[in-house]
């Protein structure tokens, strides 16, 4: 789509138009503005993230760890694409911290990479309590 930064492999390039191309969504408690083909989300964010849900499309993707929690709780999950490294960082946020109940989840997919790397998408199958 645009410039690319001169250490950006040719086969890196496909997979940077799409996500430059994508729609971005940013929930933040700090910022006012975003760019990047991004909308910043205010208000209540459960009626937000519904409110995309019900559009066309493939999906939302949701990154870190405050925000797949809270949507967690709002039963808004459901797929949990997880990538583990082969690192063990010791410290840190845990991704399931502030659940007060638990998720079922079956195995959908799980490929192996030759770093070591294994990402695992689970499907939710019982929201454990949750409200859906």
């Known amino acids: 789509m645009g410039l690319w930064p001169g250490w950006v492999q040719p086969w890196q390039v496909p997979f940077g ?27 209540d964010l459960v009626t937000r993230i519904r409110d995309l849900k019900e559009q066309p499309g493939r ?21 949990y694409a997880l990538l583990v490294h082969p690192v063990l960082a010791g410290h840190g946020p845990r991704l399931a911290a502030g659940l007060a109940d638990h998720l079922t989840l079956s195995l959908v997919q799980r490929d192996v990479f030759r770093s070591g790397v294994t990402a695992l998408r689970y499907r939710l199958t019982d929201p454990g309590g949750y409200d859906t």
Do not use: M
């Open 59 to 79: 999906g939302l993707f949701v990154g870190g760890v405050t925000l797949p929690a809270a949507l967690a709780r709002a039963g808004l999950i459901d797929e």
């Open 17 to 43: 138009d799409a996500v430059d191309a994508a729609p971005k969504y940013v929930v933040s408690s700090s910022l006012t503005d975003v760019d990047w083909n991004a909308e910043l989300l205010d208000g």
